[in-house]
């Protein structure tokens, strides 16, 4: 099925991020709904909306001088269309000042991921004996960018 030219999918930015808006809320706010732990209060969720639908999302917590990246999510219908990416875009940018590096994990079949994280600049870190099976870390460092 071929898509109307006046797509809700724009190819400029401007207009994905219009169609595609991401806010951002941290756990702390939300603690009646959540258990108390450590990664709700440190961690900060961006997500994507279209209408009042939750369309995408993605968690970024400070860990030292790591950025950790985790839950990045897409609805299945919208798979494909770069969300992911602006996603991942996103949460990168809004690390926190002393962030020096970016890690991340996906399953080892998750292909479309892995490719997504490698396009992103990511590289995969040796197997660590602490590691999941069948989980693939990756990491990149956070290059500085001037104003």
């Known amino acids: 099925m071929r898509m109307p030219r006046k797509s809700l999918f724009y190819n400029a930015v401007a207009g994905f991020r219009k169609q595609f808006p991401i806010t951002a809320w ?10 108390r732990s450590s990664w709700i209060e440190e961690s ?4 994507a909306r279209r209408g009042g639908r939750l369309v ?21 219908d919208l798979a494909g269309k770069g969300l992911g990416r602006r996603l991942l875009q996103h949460v990168e940018q809004n690390a926190p000042a002393h962030i020096t590096s970016f890690e991340l994990f996906t399953g080892s079949r998750s292909v479309r991921n892995i490719r997504l994280y490698t ?12 590691h999941i099976p069948g989980v693939v870390y990756l990491s990149k460092p956070k290059v500085a960018v001037a104003d």
């Open 119 to 130: 396009r992103a600049g990511y590289v995969q870190l040796r197997t660590e004996p602490n």
């Open 56 to 76: 995408g999302a993605v968690r970024g917590t400070a860990d030292g001088t790591v950025w950790q990246i985790g839950r990045l999510m897409v609805a299945p």
């Open 26 to 35: 941290t756990y702390p706010h939300s603690r009646r709904t959540f258990p």
């Open 44 to 47: 900060t969720v961006w997500t």
